[in-house]
């Protein structure tokens, strides 16, 4: 049996907003936008897997236009 936090892997919407060194409001605009940022509520408290995060903001990464000179 784990002795680990069963929540370990999760961050509150404070927490997340620290992380990504932005307001708590931005949290809400992303969950907000379509295919928005993943959240899961427990207990009255929005969080967010990190696991989840990284994966939306994987999804977000794009290439720079290959056709525009440098």
């Given at each position: 049996m784990s002795t680990g936090n069963l929540l370990d892997d999760y961050l509150s919407r404070a927490?997340?907003?620290?992380?990504?060194?932005v307001v708590t409001r931005t949290i809400s605009r992303y969950e907000n936008q379509p295919d928005g940022l993943p959240?899961?509520?427990?207990g009255g408290r929005k969080l967010y897997r990190l696991q989840s995060v990284r994966k939306w903001i994987e999804q977000r990464e794009r290439c720079p236009n290959p056709r525009r000179a440098s």
């Open positions: 927490e997340l907003a620290s992380e990504l060194g959240s899961v509520l427990i």
